[in-house]
């Protein structure tokens, strides 16, 4: 069973950067995707940004240009650089990780973007 812990989440004023991370139990190698999704209050989740084994990299709409995703294989660690952050970035943000047929959810750091 792998478990994943989400770290880095904080208040930071608008403008300002955040880098979160989520470290695995076990080796993040054969993972076939892992990703950052976000869910506001009242909304969705929604995803934010993935990464594929092969390190093709997604991104939302409303993130691209500003956050980065990465993953470094040897520390088992998912990052996510997020900068230029806005009020509407506001939000608990999750890890998750899919491996063919099984996925898995880290519990969530909070961010909190003020004006």
């Known amino acids: 069973q792998v478990q994943l812990v989400e770290s880095g989440g904080g208040l930071v004023q608008a403008g300002g950067s955040l880098r979160l991370s989520c470290a695995a139990s076990?080796?993040?190698?054969?993972?076939?995707?892992m990703s950052w999704y976000r869910q506001a209050p009242g909304k969705q989740r929604e995803l934010v940004a993935r990464i594929t084994s092969g390190g093709t990299t997604n991104y939302g709409d409303s993130v691209k240009g500003r956050f980065t995703i990465s993953r470094d294989n040897a520390k088992n660690t998912l990052y996510l650089q997020m900068n230029s952050l806005k009020p509407e970035d506001t939000a608990v943000y999750y890890c998750?990780?899919?491996?063919?047929?099984?996925?898995?959810w880290g519990q969530g750091t909070q961010v909190t973007v003020s004006s």
């Open positions: 076990g080796s993040i190698f054969s993972f076939n995707v």
């Open positions: 998750y990780a899919y491996i063919t047929g099984r996925y898995y």
